[in-house]
């Protein structure tokens, strides 16, 4: 589901009423995009005892038994605007013959409810924004890194259930007390890049340029310094 809905956003940027469309596909826009998924779940069982010998003395005794666990998935995806504005436009084609006034399915962004986003990815945006920028000549011959820009966007999922346990207190013992914690944190982080490719005479759907995973490498580069 989460590769739809990156799919979906960067549908939207090629749709015919779109003012990007033009220039993505102009400069033949490629995209890389890198999904990092983090699961880490942990478990902690921590009883503690009291035991009253007289009103002015008592033995106390604590233990502890924790364990986690992490898992993590990386994914590299890449895109030619292209080709999504193709297929867009063959889905349209294929619904109009079918009645339809667009797609009932391709293109369509899935909802956040089924996935662990909590929103839109934001690419439509930081896309509508690099093409918008006040000091961006749209006029001038993009070379070397000109035209590429990207970001990142990271979704955090937090469960935690602690404090949890039973207490029973009588005349010589009191506990377990707070016996057990369990928590599970997941991380989604899409990072992307936009970088144009080699303008062709005629689009063959070729995909990918050493430019836009250059790109996302230095992306990810870029996010590593940032935090040091």
Known sequence: ??????????????????????ELLGN????????????????????????????????????KLARSREQNFTLNL????NQLAADWDQAVKDAKAEGKNEPPVYGKCPSPLVTNLAGELGIKESAELAFTSPDRNSTQGLSGTSGQFGGFVS?????????????????????PGNLGTLSSINTDKITFGFAPGKVKEVFKGEVTSDRVKALLLQLNLNQIQARQ
């Open 28 to 63: 033949n826009y490629e995209v890389g995009v890198q999904l990092y998924l983090d699961v880490t779940n942990s478990g902690e069982l921590a009883p503690s005892f009291n035991f009253p010998q007289t009103p002015t003395y008592a033995f106390n005794l604590g233990a």
């Open 78 to 81: 890449y895109y030619s605007m």
């Open 1 to 22: 589901m989460i590769v739809s809905r990156v799919r979906c956003e960067l549908t939207e940027l090629v749709k015919p009423e779109a003012y990007t469309r033009e």
């Open 155 to 175: 979704f955090v999922v937090t469960k935690n259930l602690n404090a949890v346990g039973p207490t029973w207190t009588l005349q010589h013992f009191k506990g």
